[in-house]
């Protein structure tokens, strides 16, 4: 997705991690150009969000500025510093957070956990299916510390699904009643009666 501003100006690596702040990592301006650059990532962070919600049908989009500052969200978002006539692009974005939720396994128990969660997460339509969705995630995994069966999954995509199956081997989710899904994996092991 391009913009009227020059991207690369605001972002500087090729995969920036924003918090609520929306200050991007490196920003290095005094205090008048924050105001700008904190209105540019907001801009980013809004379309990109209406981009991702229209992309899963949705009528609303559930990432924008407002409620990234009134979260303690991560978001992460992929730059193509090439596009654009060199003012650069961006192409992905993916967003992270802990929720309290409570979760079933197959056989009824029920558990109360605080999981790392994927929140949303969109690839621009002309750059699917090229490997940038693994790059983005890959790049999450490793900033939180975490594999992808730890992570509870709002209301997935039929192709994230897809996604999770061909890349992680994540397959027959277990459906909860909250709309998010979880793995088999995910659950504690049982040991079984003596
Ligand atoms: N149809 C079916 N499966 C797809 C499609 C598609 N159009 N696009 C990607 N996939 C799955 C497939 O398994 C595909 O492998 P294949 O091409 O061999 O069939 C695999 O993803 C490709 O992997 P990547 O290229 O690394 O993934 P990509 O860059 O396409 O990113 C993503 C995956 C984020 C799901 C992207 O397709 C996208 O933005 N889709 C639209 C928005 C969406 O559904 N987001 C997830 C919402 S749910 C949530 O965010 C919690």
Redesign the pocket.
């Known amino acids: 997705m391009e913009f009227s501003f020059n991207v690369n100006e605001v972002f500087k690596s090729p995969i920036v991690e924003i918090t609520p702040n929306l200050i991007p990592p490196g920003y290095t301006g005094d205090r008048r150009a924050l105001w700008d650059t904190v209105s540019k990532v907001g801009e980013v962070v809004n379309q990109m969000g209406s981009a ?1 919600a229209a ?2 049908g949705l009528t609303k989009a559930i990432t924008t500025a407002d409620r990234i500052r009134n979260s303690e969200h991560k978001l992460y978002f992929l730059i193509d510093k090439n596009a654009n006539s060199g003012k650069g692009a961006v192409t ?1 974005m993916l ?1 992270t957070g802990n929720k309290s939720l409570y979760v079933f396994d197959r056989d009824g128990n029920h558990y109360q956990v605080q999981p790392p969660c ?7 339509e002309t ?11 890959e790049h999450m995994l490793q900033k939180e510390g975490i594999a992808p069966v730890q992570m509870a ?8 699904l ?2 999770l ?3 992680y081997s994540l397959k027959d989710p277990v459906k909860q009643m909250n709309n998010y899904v979880v793995f088999d994996d995910f659950f504690p092991k049982r040991s079984l009666p003596a």
Do not use: M, T, W
């Open positions: 991702s992309a899963q992905g967003k994927l929140l949303d997460f969109y690839i621009h750059k699917q299916r090229n490997g940038l969705g693994k790059v983005l995630f999954i709002d209301r997935p995509s039929e192709k994230l897809g996604f199956n061909k890349h």
